[in-house]
């Protein structure tokens, strides 16, 4: 009896793996545990009968004195706690790298008859066939019965799993960023190179002389231990990557699976990988590859947010995003105001299209339109709007979504036509008519958002659901002052509008036409620099008071959702902190308070620990 084998886990594989537990703790979710408990059971039960089968045989040994004595299957049981304890590290890593991406957009049609449908077929073949040859090899290496038995028994055991995950998964296995799929293999793969080579020297474990090659990649480390490494991270990661794009057909093809458990079975996963790639909506993934791309360019915060929702909401969320994304766009290039004009009755055609046939019962409940309205909505994007918008538009949810709030959104893009270079300050005339600016831009959004959150989540009674989304609506215009008090030169640069209410600036001695002149000279003097803090300071006051009365609501939520959404709005607020902050600062001409990445970062991890303290 001896306690070696069991300090080489107290030394070098329980540390990282309390490391990487507080780390993603935050991110934690049942699926994520589903995962973890999924591949460690599989990795257990593979690994244990290969194992005991090369201690019978004397392919590798473990002297008595540096094992506690009790054994599964001849296997030591620090032995199989090393299954146990490196499966849960890499996984808890490669959960870690690859929670920023939206998987859905990994798809890819492959179609066939085409140059691309061809490519990804020996993309494929490929890939079995470089599996399968290691899998001879290995055969051979163990009939050979001697110095090759190691490596080939090996082989053996790890190529066809191997294979199965490739034929399943190559599509995600080769479009993943690496840093989904090659830093979670080669991280714990070179780190436990170097366990292995000091357990190795201090004899923890013995390979016998006979059946190994006798080549060391380095001083300690025996080829066979290194291959095994590899292996055995490279089999831990194609499980991960598989189940992912399993969730990921799941989620993003409701036509092929109307409905989805919280935790699917693991047949429910295999048929899910078995949908052929050539039966995929690519219209719909491109959609949400140019819904994604708009919100990592054009909202930092809200993305990094995103990355903390699950499953079909925070598909749903992101192509809502988009939408209002795309509507914005549409009007603010538009080319003159008449233009914009027509962007903004297009769209509005666009929403009644969506929702006409609707029928309001007495009781308040609403019964959706046909499948005939809906394709006239359709038929109405696809000739009226281009490509990236008209996509964004056909995978708005409107089945999930109220019809007034969008119809709101599009009367706070009308506010904005009314500023004209006569009418700097446009429609603002007073802090009421601020309020219902942000209401309409910001607050009918946060609303959808919620609405999606209780579809997605249901269960809340009809009264606290209103009370959720009035909160969520003061909160919206919360983070939409926020938004005014930030581009206040970009606002003044780049359109000439100032948000400000003439009554506030008449206290500071400016008229709107006087504050965009100063905004836009680049380099103001000292004295209306004080009175741009002034203003910028009353913009922040107003938005941290809306966001003291309902950041409280935040916690009546799902519990799926409470600790994403808390994400989204502490980073978001964390720009007005920023702002607060003497000495904020700046990027790119016009002038943006910028919150650098690692604080965001910061703040989302806190944010998902519980409400954040005051």
């Known amino acids: 009896m001896g306690y070696d084998y069991a300090l080489v886990h107290l030394t070098y594989t329980l540390p990282p793996a309390a490391l990487l537990t507080l780390l993603y703790a935050p991110l934690c979710t049942k699926l994520d545990l589903y995962k973890i408990a999924f591949l460690i059971a599989i990795a257990v039960t593979s690994t244990i009968p290969w194992d005991s089968y090369l201690i019978r045989n004397n392919i590798w040994s473990y002297p008595p004195s540096v094992v506690l004595g009790p054994k599964i299957f001849d296997i030591p049981i620090e032995e199989v706690f090393f299954f146990v304890v490196q499966t849960f590290n890499t996984t808890l890593l490669y959960l870690l790298l690859s929670k920023p991406a939206l998987h859905s957009t990994y798809l890819l049609r492959e179609k066939k008859g085409t140059r691309e449908g061809q490519k990804w077929k020996y993309i494929k073949l490929m890939g079995q066939l470089a599996f399968a040859l290691t899998f001879k090899k290995g055969i051979d290496y163990v009939r050979a019965e001697g110095k090759h038995t190691y490596l080939g028994l090996i082989f053996v055991w790890a190529a066809p799993f191997l294979w199965v995950l490739w034929s399943l998964a190559y599509q995600f296995l080769v479009r993943l960023p690496f840093t989904s799929t090659l830093v979670p293999i080669v991280i714990p793969t070179l780190y436990l190179w170097v366990v292995d080579t000091l357990a190795l020297k201090r004899g923890t474990w013995v390979i016998e002389a006979g059946t190994k090659t006798g080549i060391a990649l380095w001083p300690g480390l025996e080829i066979e231990e290194a291959v095994f490494f590899l292996l055995t991270n490279c089999l831990i990661v194609f499980g991960l990557v598989a189940f992912d794009n399993a969730i990921a057909v799941l989620t993003t093809f409701p036509s092929h699976f109307p409905r989805i458990p919280a935790l699917p079975s693991p047949a429910l996963l295999v048929r899910a990988l078995l949908v052929p790639a050539s039966t995929y909506d690519d219209d719909r993934i491109l959609a949400l590859q140019q819904s994604v791309q708009r919100l990592k360019a054009k909202s930092r915060s809200f993305y990094l ?42 769209l509005k055609t666009f929403v009644d299209l969506s929702y006409a046939g609707d029928v309001t019962k007495p009781d308040g409940s609403v019964v959706r339109g046909d499948d005939k309205n809906q394709g006239q909505a359709t038929i109405f994007a696809v000739q009226n709007f281009p490509d990236d918008a008209m996509l964004t538009l056909l995978l708005l949810p409107t089945q999930k979504l109220d019809r007034e709030p969008l119809n709101e959104l599009l009367r706070g893009f009308e506010m904005d036509l009314a500023f004209t270079p006569s009418n700097a300050s446009g429609p603002i005339k007073t802090e009421a008519d601020l309020d219902t600016y942000g209401a309409r831009v910001a607050g009918t959004v946060a609303l959808l958002c919620i609405q999606l959150v209780l579809f997605h989540y249901p269960g809340t009674s009809e009264a606290k659901a209103k009370r959720l989304m009035a909160a969520g609506h003061d909160m919206g215009i919360a983070l939409q ?18 948000y400000v209410p003439p009554a506030w600036l008449k206290k500071e001695k400016l008229t709107p036409e006087s504050f965009i002149t100063g905004l836009k000279s680049g380099t103001p003097d000292e004295f209306f620099r004080k009175k741009l803090t002034s203003v910028r300071g009353r913009l922040l006051e107003r938005a941290f008071a809306l966001y003291e009365m309902s950041r409280g609501a935040i916690e009546e939520l799902p519990r799926e959702a409470r600790a994403p959404m808390r994400v989204a709005v502490e980073s978001y607020m964390q720009i007005a902190r920023e702002l607060r902050r003497p000495g904020f600062r700046v990027v790119g001409k016009a002038g943006r308070a910028s919150v650098p990445g690692w604080k965001r970062i910061w703040v989302g991890w806190r944010a998902l620990l519980g409400p954040v303290k005051r």
Do not use: H, P
């Open 305 to 346: 947010a995103s990355s903390t929702f699950q499953g079909r909401l925070r598909i749903d969320l992101t192509i809502l995003y988009s939408f209002c994304r795309v509507a914005d766009d549409l009007i603010d290039n538009a080319k003159d105001a008449a233009e914009a004009k027509q962007w903004v009755a297009k």
């Open 481 to 498: 002052y926020t938004n005014i008090a930030r581009d206040l030169a970009v606002d003044a640069q780049e359109s000439k509008r100032c």
